[in-house]
């Protein structure tokens, strides 16, 4: 019997080896005269464990992890292929307490099934969530979606089927579906995992949103440094094309509808999904101003539903499992899971799905295991570049928009960026200023301006002396005018995480009794 052995060929556990050691197994199996198959699987999401091979044994999968291609050989010769040895050996990856404490809703096929197969896309369940929005028809799909409490996992947060009764809503004709996969957030990997790990599962999401909304075409706006992302969307298109589930009759049914991938130039404003659109369109990556929002004017002025990739796939489930299967999880108005994305300085990194609720100190104390370099945690950054600084005395915040957004941060994408006792909060309020700079699409004063100024103050702040109080103000006046001007969230934004390192750590900013006793 063929013996099944599954080899990451997810991006980053291939930045961490992961084809040195598929070729090196395939060679070894070669040479032993094995019968084996090597799948390249998407990732489980440990990334301390990549690459993690896993051997399916009558007993079940065992994993090994982190091999090295030069590990091959010696595991092979202890009996790697009837799940035994000792080193490196896992064991039962499902068993390891990091995957066995997550609730995977979203993200239950990655790493498990073969993500070019459509046959074990639907082995597992795939496509039971567009067979069901056929059988309901377009109008109940998009309350089933309403029900379910899912919000745009992008961001902000907007209420999923509030936006798809809206373009539901507009009178018939073309409409689209945009796929917002820019994924700019600092420390977040979730789209690319998915993309990368369980394609069909975003075409699917994909498929049913058109179907609700009665879209004929989507777009998947991938960034340009996602390269594998872009061939597995590639070719798991082609594959349920091919298979039907794209096309004039999705899954035999009535409604039509087709997709494909469109890259970008590589811009963190062209997430935001007008600038988005613009550069889909073929122009600069320009936020437009709203109204008209895209939902009644958005790509090549049609009405327009943009969700994050994550949105989109989570959708396939409370299609299939029901709207309540997914409402009854969560916290507050956040319902159902969360894929969090632990990273930066951190000793277990990695993809953690989980009901929102869980505590900021549990995902970073217990999931997250404190930092790499084992030093006392100091602060963490929730939501990417626009998301706020956190102290260890706000680890009691639960994972919830609102919870987040009582503290004057936000959890964006579901990044969390961890800091040690090393970190000097004041070069980070610079870096996010200049963040800002850089990546400005230069359209409202406010961020364009402000941003530079707010460089040069914060370098002010830092090089000390009489004039830093004063600059310290100026900054702070600097972020008031950003907050309520700035036409998008870039520099409306950019405030939190300069504002927040302020507040919390005012000691690095010369505010604090220790430096000023200093002085
Ligand atoms: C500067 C900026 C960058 C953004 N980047 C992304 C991104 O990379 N991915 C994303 O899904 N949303 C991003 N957003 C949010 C989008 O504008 C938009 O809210 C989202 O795509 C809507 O999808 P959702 O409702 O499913 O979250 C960004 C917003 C801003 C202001
Ligand atoms: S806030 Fe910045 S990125 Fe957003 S529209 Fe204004 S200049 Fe462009």
């Avoid at 063929?2 to 070669?30: H, M, N, Q, S, W």
């Avoid at 600038?275 to 990556?285: F, K, M, V, Y």
């Avoid at 997250?368 to 945690?377: E, K």
């Avoid at 706020?388 to 919870?403: L, V």
Wanted: charged residues 25%; glycine residues 14%.
């Amino acid at each position: 019997m063929t013996t099944r052995i599954y080899v990451p060929g997810d991006a980053g556990a291939v930045a961490l080896g992961a084809d040195k050691v598929a070729k090196a197994l395939a060679d070894a199996l070669e040479r032993r005269g094995v019968d084996a198959q090597i799948v390249r699987n998407g990732s489980r999401g440990m990334f301390w464990l990549e690459p993690l091979v896993e051997v399916v044994t009558p007993a079940g999968r065992v994993g090994y992890g982190p091999v090295k291609a030069r590990d091959v050989e010696t595991l092979l010769d202890a009996g790697l292929l009837e799940g035994k040895g000792d080193a490196l050996r896992l064991g039962d990856v499902e068993k390891i307490p990091f995957f066995a404490k997550q609730e995977r809703f979203t993200f239950k096929r990655v790493g498990l099934t073969d993500p070019v197969s459509l046959d074990d896309y639907r082995a597992h369940g795939g496509y039971k969530g567009l067979e069901r929005a056929i059988e309901l028809g377009a109008a109940a799909t998009v309350e089933e979606v309403f029900d379910s409490g899912l919000r745009g996992r992008g961001g902000a947060g907007f209420p999923t089927g509030i936006k798809w009764r809206t373009v539901a809503q507009c009178p018939p004709g073309q409409k689209y579906i945009v796929c917002n996969a820019d994924e700019g957030d600092s420390g977040t990997f979730a789209d690319r995992m998915i993309m990368e790990g369980d394609p069909f599962q975003l075409i699917e999401g994909m498929t049913i949103a058109g179907l609700a909304v009665g879209a004929t075409k989507g777009y998947v706006y991938c960034r340009s440094e996602y390269p594998h992302a872009v061939v597995a969307m590639n070719r798991a298109i082609k594959v349920a094309r091919m298979a039907g589930y794209l096309g004039r009759s999705v899954a035999g049914s009535d409604y039509a509808f087709d997709m494909e991938v469109r890259v970008g130039a590589g811009a963190y404003v062209c997430g935001e999904e007008t600038s988005l659109l613009e550069s889909l369109e073929g122009r600069r990556g320009l936020v437009r101003a709203k109204p008209p929002l895209p939902a009644h004017k958005g790509l090549f002025g049609k009405p327009t539903v943009i969700n994050n990739v994550i949105s989109l796939a989570s959708v396939p489930f409370i299609l299939a499992e029901g709207a309540k299967a997914y409402a009854d999880v969560g916290f507050g108005r956040s319902r159902g899971t969360m894929p969090i994305q632990l990273a930066g300085n951190v000793k277990y990194g990695g993809l953690y799905e989980i009901a929102f609720g869980v505590t900021l100190g549990e995902l970073v104390d217990e999931v997250g295991g404190g930092t790499f370099t084992g030093r006392p945690v100091r602060a963490v950054q929730v939501g990417g570049p626009l998301g706020a600084y956190f102290p260890r005395s706000y680890f009691d915040t639960p994972f919830d928009y609102e919870a987040f957004a009582k503290r004057d941060g936000l959890i964006g994408h579901g990044g969390i960026v961890v800091f040690d006792d090393s970190v000097d909060m004041v070069e980070q309020a610079r870096f996010a200023m200049e963040f800002c700079a850089i990546e400005s699409c230069g359209k409202c004063t406010p961020c364009r301006i402000g941003s530079t100024r707010g460089v040069e103050m914060l370098d002010q702040v830092i090089a000390g002396g009489a004039g830093r109080e004063r600059a310290l103000t100026i900054v702070e006046d600097l972020c008031h005018t950003m907050k309520l001007g700035s036409l998008c969230a870039l520099g409306g934004f950019t405030p939190y995480p300069v504002m927040s390192a302020i507040t919390h750590f005012p000691e690095d900013f010369g505010r604090g009794p220790a430096m000023l006793a200093a002085e």
